[in-house]
């Protein structure tokens, strides 16, 4: 397949993310940012500096740059930004829901950060996201397992503290060498007698017994677990109970956890049966996007468009929100492949021209701009998804349309106000009613819908 069309299909497919860090997935322009704002030397002065920063010997020096970098994140308002930056690129590549893992006590006990106040920053940041771009946020405030067993028990209740502020789960990091699960069991059963699933990372540094460990608490899914593929019985078992694992392809080649894309398991994990999501962990960190995951799904491991449907069906279908919620997110991702085949079992689509309904995979960027500037809206021709268009409007929202109506995708920027919509502003090109299709068909926020019918 070639790239372009590989591009579109991927950002085309609606996409959870289960396993993804609030701090590591802060941007180097704002790591540099906060760490200015609050007087921290990283040892770098620009982007490049950070970037050469972000290359690993080996796991530990991984978990030591962690510390480094999120010693920069010192006011609540800290978190609030970079949850509502982590939420609006999550739109940018499509993604509709996120499970967003964070470390309340590398902040609480590191620089006597309120949890609290944090949280309640944490669920503005999402808060804004939803109301501006429709992504879902919930989070997993992991346990950090160099902190020992009185900080994990501190953490299960600031779990349970959180829950009126999206928090779903309690989870498990840092370094698993010599520190199992179980070494924290009376947090873990604690926080479980309370209804709070335990989602550990495992069998991500440690080979099939610190899976093993984890697993005698019954946890729904568990972050990386790629080393299970050693075991072929443990394998057996997470088939057997439905276990899901969140892979992280590209961390693990970064990190050194596995040696090499030829030896990473995912192909046979997902071949034996294994209830598989993807995931990017901490994505400018190992220089990668959930997009690029996806990708390397199917460039490393040969992964086809069905394969990347039902992996990002099983995201939605192991997301932990309650169980109304999930079906919806179920039903609209149902709804979305839907569009996607319907476009490539057109007949046009192996065709030399394609029918008007497929025009190409290019896209449209329609320019949407609130409606307190003005009610017109401007739409161009734009090369490649994500190229920077210039409008002569103020505050331009950009929304990236596929021309053809089975796949369009949303690609916004900020949409703080109401939008309109002309559709009437392409005629030419055929594809405004494709658009106003789009708006219609719900991928943006029914407020959006309704102008866009008037
Ligand atoms: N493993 C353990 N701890 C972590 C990770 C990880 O992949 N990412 C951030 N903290
Ligand atoms: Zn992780």
């Not at 924290?184 to 059963?189: L, R, V």
């Not at 069998?203 to 790629?226: C, K, S, T, Y």
């Not at 960190?285 to 992996?311: H, I």
Request: hydrophobic content about 40%; some cysteine; aromatic content about 8%.
């Amino acid at each position: 397949m070639p790239s372009s069309r590989l591009n579109s299909l991927i950002l085309a497919l609606p996409k959870a993310e289960l396993h993804v860090h609030l701090e590591g997935s802060m941007q180097p322009k704002t790591l540099l940012l906060l760490a200015e704002r609050n007087g921290i030397d990283l040892g770098c002065a620009d982007e490049e500096g950070v970037r050469a920063m972000y290359r690993y010997r080996d796991f530990p020096h991984f978990l030591a740059l962690y510390g480094t970098l999120t010693s920069v994140l010192r006011r609540p308002e800290d978190f609030q930004l970079i949850t509502h930056e982590l939420g609006m690129e999550a739109a940018r590549q499509g993604t509709r829901y996120l499970e967003v893992t964070f470390s309340p006590a590398t902040h609480y006990r590191n620089k006597s950060i309120a949890v609290d106040e944090m949280m309640d920053a944490i669920a503005e940041g999402a808060q804004a996201v939803l109301q501006e771009v429709g992504v879902e946020m919930r989070f997993i405030p992991d346990h950090v397992r160099e902190y020992g067993q009185e900080f994990c028990q501190l953490t299960a209740e600031w779990c349970v503290q959180g829950r009126d502020r999206g928090v779903v789960a309690l989870g498990l990091g840092g370094g698993e060498q010599g520190r199992p699960a179980s070494l924290f069991a009376d947090a873990i059963h604690w926080v479980q007698a309370q209804g709070m699933p335990f989602v550990p990372h495992a069998g991500e540094a440690v080979g099939p017994e610190g899976v093993w460990d984890a697993l005698q608490f019954n946890p729904p899914r568990i972050g990386h677990g790629v080393r299970a593929a050693e075991d072929p019985e443990l394998v057996d078992y997470l088939c057997e109970k439905r276990i899901v694992l969140e892979v992280c392809p590209t961390s693990n080649i970064r990190t050194g956890c596995v040696a090499s894309w030829n030896e990473h398991p995912l192909r046979r994990l997902w071949d034996a049966g294994v209830l598989l999501t993807i995931n990017s962990d901490d994505p400018p960190m190992f220089n990668t996007t959930l997009l690029d995951e996806y990708r390397v799904a199917v460039t490393q491991f040969g992964f086809t468009a069905d394969d990347l449907a039902r992996l990002s069906m099983n995201a939605a279908r192991a997301s932990l929100l309650p169980a109304e919620k999930r079906e919806q997110l179920v039903e609209t991702f149902k709804r979305g492949y839907k569009r996607r085949s319907a476009r490539m079992d057109c007949p046009c689509q192996r065709a030399s021209s394609p029918c008007r309904d497929h025009q190409s995979d290019k896209s449209i960027l329609l320019h949407l701009t609130p409606i307190a500037l003005s009610t017109s809206c401007n739409i161009g021709v734009g090369s490649e998804i994500g190229t920077p268009f210039s409008s002569p409007y103020l505050a331009p929202i950009p929304l990236i349309v596929l021309i053809g109506r089975g796949e369009p995708t949303p690609y916004f920027q900020s949409c703080k106000n109401t939008l309109s919509f002309s559709s009437t502003c392409v005629p030419s090109m055929g594809c405004s009613s494709i658009a106003g299709e789009y708006l219609l068909a719900g991928a943006v926020r029914p407020s959006a819908s309704a102008i866009a019918r008037t």
